[in-house]
């Protein structure tokens, strides 16, 4: 049985992969009283003196929504609210297992973007931070920017943000390995979409001071003449500062860094050969790369890697989202700043000691049972110190509490 026919009928037998239980038994009358009526109108008359009592009271606190519209399906693009529920139900179970973070799928039927902000909006009272998944750019940015401004919980476009932060852990790692400064390191990026866009946000706000963005219409400079989005348009101003022109081929010239978030086969063997010594190369269009890891490497590339789990370096968003969710809802955070995007990254690149970094190991398997907890304990610490916290927690108390709650 092959990967595709095995996702089809696991998927049949238990018709789907997720379902909900409850924490407590309910065996007789006295567990019924505790647990609905008339128990029950005991944490309600709690929670409506005090809101955020919720977050102790029910299973708010530990609720996240994964929230899509179906328009931008991992490799399968605009495929409709219903068929994104398998990624969506996949995707809750990648939380509780690695995060034990409790997330319900929710497939909206609207490509209106207000109308999926007002619903998000009203949803907000059940949950404790909200997901958003496979919305097509560039609406995604309009919708996580004004539910960031709207909502008092956390709100975070993984595609985006959960991509950015696992590619810049590689970076740093593969850039400790070559000996090589993010500072004036030259990264191109090839793809200014969703992730694109966020990966060269978190470059430039890490201190890289040479990335170049490259799309269809070749390098962004400030000055170009092309149909640009606002993240693109405000990219343009920040990177390329040289204000070099030119396709992909022409930019990867002497690049230190190539990262593709575009689409399959586009990195050549000619383009790799041009690179500066050391090159690395991250392909991390899904699910066929821009290179092959093996491809990489015979082209010359120092270090590569790319999103799939059957090469080494494999980028992963499952080593970031359920570690944030988890840090931030530990103290309750109302929002998942840059800052705490930031904390995330290194606390992933600093699993690995300069002393074990190897060519096919500078980043953290997403299995390793660190993971989780580090990013926990340093998105919480960040949490706190920026004030975005609603409680303080010793950091340390949730790197130990995260690493007993998934049992790693």
Do not use: W
Not at 91 to 112: E, R, S, W
Not at 188 to 209: F, K, P
Not at 227 to 235: F, M, N
Request: hydrophobic letters at 45%; proline letters at 5%; aromatic letters at 6%.
């Amino acid at each position: 049985m092959t990967i595709n026919e095995e996702a089809l009928a696991i998927r049949l037998q238990y018709n789907g992969i997720l379902t909900t239980a409850s924490k407590v038994p309910l065996k007789d009358r006295h567990d019924l009283s505790v647990l609905y009526t008339p128990g029950v109108a005991e944490p309600c008359k709690l929670i409506k003196e005090n809101k955020d009592l919720s977050f102790d009271y029910t299973c708010r606190g530990n609720m996240v929504a994964i929230i899509s519209d179906g328009t931008r399906v991992l490799g399968l693009g605009d495929i409709g609210p219903e068929a994104a529920i398998p990624v969506m139900e996949g995707k809750a179970v990648l939380f509780k297992t690695f995060g034990d973070v409790d997330a319900l799928p929710i497939c909206l039927d609207t490509k209106d973007p207000d109308k999926f902000i007002e619903t998000v909006r009203l949803l907000q009272p059940s949950f404790a931070g909200i997901n958003l998944e496979d919305i097509s750019s560039p609406k995604c940015y309009d919708i996580e920017c004004k539910l960031k401004e709207i909502c008092d919980i956390p709100v975070f476009h993984d595609d985006q943000h959960g991509t950015a932060i696992a590619l810049m852990s590689a970076v740093i790692g593969a850039l400790r390995f070559v000996k090589k400064d993010l500072k004036t390191a030259k990264v191109v990026v090839n793809g200014c979409g969703a992730a694109g866009s966020a990966i060269g946000r978190l470059l430039v706000n890490m201190g890289a001071e040479n990335v170049i963005m490259v799309d269809r219409f070749g390098a962004l400079y400030d000055g170009i003449d092309a149909p640009l989005d606002r993240i693109q348009d405000y990219l343009k101003t920040v990177t390329n500062k040289n204000k070099e022109k030119g396709n992909l081929a022409d930019i990867a010239k002497g690049a230190d860094v190539l990262v593709g978030v575009s689409a399959p086969h586009v990195f050549t063997k000619e383009i790799i050969a041009s690179m500066n010594t050391d090159a690395i190369v991250f392909g991390m269009a899904n699910p066929v790369p821009e290179t092959t890891y093996e491809d990489a490497i015979a082209a010359g590339a120092r270090v590569a890697g790319t999103g799939r789990s059957d090469a080494p370096n494999q980028v992963n968003n499952v080593t970031v989202f359920p570690g944030v969710f988890r840090g931030a809802m530990d103290v309750r955070a109302r929002a998942i700043t840059e800052e705490m995007k930031i904390a995330a990254v290194m606390a992933i690149a600093d699993l690995i000691d300069e002393k074990d970094l190897r060519a096919d190991y500078v980043v953290a398997d997403a299995f390793d049972p660190r993971v989780a907890p580090a990013v926990a304990a340093a998105v919480a610490r960040v949490a706190i110190e920026t004030g975005v916290a609603r409680v303080n927690v010793d950091p340390e108390v949730v790197r130990a509490n995260t690493m007993k709650r998934v049992g790693r």
